[in-house]
């Protein structure tokens, strides 16, 4: 079975640009979080999806957002690159069928801001 | 002050040695309690997960929670350097707005 793949592994931007970051959860599962993990900071929740619809957010400036398709991916778009944004975009799944304490993480995107 | 709280090491163990890794927290909302492992340059891992107070024991592993205390451990008995990692501690309540927290990590070094 497949874990849940990110994309880019890395991406380099400057300030002011627009960053997408994409996930693929796990076949079968419906929800999908979104994570910054800067250094020092742990991580932060950012945004939960599920069955399309946006369930929550975490206190991020509205310039942080996303979407999640029909296939269940997702995508995390920040707007207005500042470089505090510069740090590892970690996404995860959960199924309905397994507890929603169990987050399944994919390795991240390395967003650089320059 | 922050809602959780873990000291980020890095804390070094000889191999064989019994690890104890701790977090606390301020919110007595919190009701499950898990740890991930986070090896580097890879997403964090499900290592266990807790609800309310009391032990969990899986393997080598043992997750203890005292929610009189607001204060979580996980011990790793007979290390090993593969155990070599971060470790983040995390925590949710039951109900209600989403809010899952996350402690910032401690890297622990078992030395061969």
């Known amino acids: 079975e497949a874990g849940v793949t990110q994309s880019p592994t890395h991406l380099i931007k400057t300030r002011g640009q627009q960053a997408t970051l994409r996930c693929s959860p796990i076949?079968?599962?419906?929800?999908v979080y979104w994570y910054q993990q800067a250094l020092g900071l742990g991580l932060q929740f950012l945004l939960w999806y599920d069955e399309g619809e946006e369930r929550n957010r975490g206190n991020f400036p509205p310039r942080f957002s996303g979407r999640q398709f029909p296939n269940y991916s997702s995508e995390l778009n920040v707007n207005a690159l500042e470089l505090e944004d510069s740090a590892l975009y970690l996404c995860?799944?959960?199924?309905?069928?397994?507890?929603?304490?169990?987050?399944?993480f994919g390795p991240g995107t390395r967003l650089t801001v320059l | 002050q922050k809602e959780v709280e873990q000291d980020p090491g890095p804390l070094s163990v000889p191999e064989g040695a019994i690890v104890s890794l701790n977090c606390t927290y301020s919110n007595s909302a919190f009701q499950y309690f898990m740890w991930y492992r986070q090896y580097s340059r890879k997403g964090p891992e499900l290592l266990m997960y807790t609800y309310s107070s009391g032990n969990k024991e899986d393997g080598r592993f043992t997750a203890q929670v005292d929610k009189s205390s607001k204060y979580i451990s996980l011990f790793i008995r007979d290390s090993q350097p593969s155990d070599s990692a971060t470790y983040l501690c995390a925590m949710r309540q039951t109900s209600g707005t989403y809010k899952y927290i996350f402690g910032t990590g401690t890297r622990l070094k078992v030395l061969a």
């Open positions: 076949s079968g599962h419906t929800s």
């Open positions: 995860a799944s959960s199924s309905i069928w397994t507890s929603d304490n169990e987050q399944f």
